[in-house]
């Protein structure tokens, strides 16, 4: 399996458990949506999964690689095979697109370079042809805070896949975007995942979307599994995780 | 939060009480200055004209001013920078660092240039690079502090999300928060240029390089003739200075379009003139410095003298440094009074052109003359004391506030006057109910910063004897006697301490 999830709780304040004993196993180039209400804890589990925060009980395995234990070094290590994409872009708001793509590059690079900004012609090329790939060459150069929603996330989708991402985390990709650009994005991410490969793990509240573009659903509600099957399952089935009952 | 607001009128009144409270306890005496107007009136007649002949040697220490501060402002802004990521909240620094930054950084906060640089001449020796240290220290205060709150107020979206691709932190800060704070951290940077040159014109006073040195020889000999000269110099050093920061700022804001290769030519230049304001300080001289200097001076502000501290009499500490405060905060209120009518007059907005061209250069020429000249020239008329000081202080104020106050009206909405104009309203009208209610959180802003500043400038005062806590300090540490210079130090950050939450209660009831 590729990515393994055992057991894993994450509580906040001490009180507030956001995930509760979570267990399941994602094979390579799988398109899973996590699915559920407000709260279930989908946004929890993608900041574990990418290393921005840490369990505090169960096992997280990422090809091979315990992500629950890694500290400084070997956190970074794992951290750079993950591309990440949020549902407010998380990109910097007043320099370019090509800069936003670029700075996927820093983990790679020695201090001085990266501070100073000189990413080399090779990297500039491949996120140009990045850009490209995500459907943005025009847009190279514009400001990000120039560009529509949906072409912001593109840049961020370039960003990730800057990285060569095995895992492409996505949370609520679309959950700030109209319906008709929501689904083109959806579109590039589905390609994206069956032309490169990609393993991708999608939040998202949106039921249809959801069913539409993966091969498996996992639902949440309070903090616990409550479906974990295919996306082809009933309405009925899918309701009752919002509703909070485990399906059978 | 519910916070249960003042009504107006006691605001007003609690602040008039305050005002005549604190002009009683320094001995304001407006009459007093009238009735000696001819010994001010004698002496700016003795200055013009200048006396040119004495041009060459004036050129040398208004450069080496102009170098300290040039040197001190890049180096203090750059290390502010090094340091802003550590000391914001929001970012992922060890916290026990950050709270132990904040506090040097508060504590050096409290101490005016003038302080630092006597400090820094018992490391370094008498001369430019004394100078050229205090204002490094002073501005990394300054800045770090400004850049940490705008780093804090700054969205983090985009640092995390990098921070979670494996980036690490201080790569990830430069990247992806500094670039939505690098304009309000130029225009800062650019700011404290300008106020520096003024800060490092008088530091001569103390042995630390520049101009000082010589205006103080000139106007204790009373060559009014050749003070003008200086004055005059320093007159156009900080025009220069000032149209080049503006031009700049322009820049940086966006508010005025470059190339690329403009901004690539003006950054080589910038980096060009301050290698060589720093190549050419000069070396500093450790001759006055030993160990035991360091140790002493470190000894009197762990072990201050106690009784001192705590003496309640006239003279004693805590009376000192309420003859500061009331220094300050007289000073303040007649310069924010008199800089209201000077700012309408000198704002292009509300004036005809060559009116506001006048009154600009009316207030830049206030603020040109380092505020120990004023201390030095209102002495002949008022006699040493605080009111002398509270002179001093009024005038520097009306020079720097008049400033910011042109500003603000610069950059206001005048929607609301137009249509005031277009119903037929009066000038005077039009100012009162469009202008002033718009501005008047801008200019309440201005007024609190001022008088945080005014603190600091008070407590070196002393120096000509204009009152407060400036005398006994300097006199302390020009006799070694650190256990008195701890005391008063330590005085100094409480009270500066205390001032800064009153101000942030304050900013806060303001914006509420
Ligand atoms: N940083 C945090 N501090 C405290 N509680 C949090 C924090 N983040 C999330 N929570 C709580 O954890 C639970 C799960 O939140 P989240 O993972 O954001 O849910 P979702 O993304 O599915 O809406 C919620 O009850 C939320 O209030
Ligand atoms: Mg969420």
Redesign the pocket.
């Known amino acids: 399996m590729y990515l393994e999830l055992n057991g894993v709780s994450k509580t ?2 001490g009180r ?1 458990h ?1 995930l509760d004993g979570v267990s399941f196993a994602v094979e390579r180039g799988q398109f899973v949506s996590v699915i ?10 993608v900041r574990l999964l990418n290393g921005s925060e840490r369990c505090d009980a169960g096992q997280i395995v990422l090809d091979g690689a315990h992500l629950e234990n890694a500290r400084g070094g070997a956190l970074r290590a794992i951290q750079k095979r993950l591309g990440t994409i949020y549902q407010d872009f998380a990109l910097v708001e007043n320099v370019s697109a090509l800069q936003n793509v670029l700075n996927a590059a820093l983990p790679d690079m020695g201090a001085l370079p990266a501070l100073a900004g000189s990413f080399g012609r090779q990297r500039r090329q491949q996120a140009l042809g990045l850009l490209e790939r995500v459907g943005l060459a025009g847009k190279a150069d514009e400001p990000v805070r120039e560009l529509s929603g949906g072409q912001k996330q593109r840049v961020a989708i370039a960003r990730a896949l800057m990285r060569s991402p095995a895992l492409l985390l996505a ?1 609520e990709p679309v959950a700030s975007l109209d319906p008709v650009t929501g689904r083109q994005i959806l579109e590039l991410m589905k390609d994206i995942q069956r032309t490169e490969g990609v393993t991708v793990l999608m ?1 998202s509240h949106n039921l249809d979307f959801a069913r539409q573009f993966s091969d498996r659903l996992i639902g ?1 509600n309070g ?1 616990r599994l409550v479906y974990d099957g295919p996306a082809d399952a009933d309405e009925d089935t899918l309701a009752a995780v919002y509703a909070g009952k485990a399906a059978p | 939060m519910s916070r249960r607001r003042l009504p107006r009128w006691a605001i007003v009144l609690a602040g008039l009480a305050l005002f005549f409270l604190a002009a009683r306890f320094t001995g304001c005496d407006l009459a007093l200055l009238w009735e000696r107007r001819g010994h001010l009136t004698d002496i700016l007649g003795q200055m013009f004209p200048p006396d040119w002949k004495f041009l060459p040697r004036v050129l040398s220490p208004l450069w080496a001013t102009v170098q300290m501060s040039v040197t001190g402002t890049v180096l203090g802004s750059l290390f502010a920078l090094a340091l802003a990521p550590l000391c914001a909240a929001n970012l992922s620094a060890p916290p026990a660092l950050r709270v132990l930054l904040r506090a040097l950084v508060q504590l050096a906060r409290t101490f005016p240039a003038l302080i630092l640089a006597l400090a820094a001449t018992f490391l370094f020796g008498i001369g430019p690079f004394a100078g050229t240290a205090a204002i490094t220290v002073y501005t990394f205060a300054i800045m770090t502090r400004l850049t940490c709150d705008d780093a804090q107020s700054a969205s983090t979206a985009a640092y995390r999300a990098l921070l979670a691709m494996g980036t690490p932190p201080y790569r990830a800060f430069f990247r992806a928060v500094f670039p939505g704070v690098a304009s309000t951290y130029l225009t800062n940077a650019l700011y404290l240029l300008e106020t520096n040159v003024r800060h490092s014109a008088i530091l001569g006073y103390v042995g630390a390089g520049g101009v000082g040195l010589l205006l103080n020889e000139k106007i204790s000999w009373r060559e009014y003739s050749r003070v003008g000269m200086i004055l005059l110099g320093l007159f156009l050093a900080v025009c220069l200075i000032e149209s080049l920061s503006a031009w700049l700022t322009g820049l940086v804001t966006g508010r005025r379009r470059s190339s690329p290769a403009l901004r690539r030519i003006i950054v080589v230049a910038l980096a060009a003139l301050f290698l060589f304001c720093t190549a050419t300080v000069g070396a500093p001289d450790f001759s006055r410095a030993s160990l035991r200097t360091v140790r002493a001076m470190l000894a009197g502000l762990v072990r201050p003298d106690w009784a001192f501290f705590f003496q309640t009499d006239a003279g004693g500490l805590g009376w000192l440094l309420l003859e500061t405060v009331c220094i300050a905060l007289a000073g303040t209120a007649i310069g924010a009074v008199i800089s209201l009518p000077l700012a309408i007059l000198g704002s292009g907005r509300i004036m005809p052109r060559p009116v506001a061209l006048l009154g600009r250069t009316v207030c830049m020429a206030i603020r040109s003359v380092p505020f120990l000249v004023y201390g030095l020239i209102f002495i002949r008329a008022t006699g040493p004391g605080a009111f002398t000081g509270v002179l001093t202080v009024a005038l520097c104020s009306v020079g720097l506030l008049s400033k910011r106050f042109i500003q603000a009206i610069d950059t206001v909405d005048l929607r609301a006057e137009l249509a005031l104009a277009a119903m037929g309203a009066t000038r005077l009208a039009r100012i009162r109910h469009a202008l002033l209610p718009q501005l008047a959180p801008a200019f309440g802003a201005a007024v609190l910063y001022r008088f945080d500043v005014n603190i600091r400038d008070a407590s070196v005062l002393g120096l000509v004897g204009a009152g407060g806590i400036g005398a006994p300090l300097v006199f302390a540490m020009n006799h070694y006697n650190w256990p008195t210079a701890g005391a008063i130090c330590i005085g100094l950050v409480v009270l500066v301490w205390l001032i800064d939450l009153l101000s942030a209660r304050l900013q806060g009831g303001a914006k509420a």
Not at chain 1, 36 to 45: C, E, I, V
């Open positions: 906040y304040n507030v956001a559920g209400p407000s709260g279930a804890g989908k946004t929890t589990l949370d939040n949440l903090g």
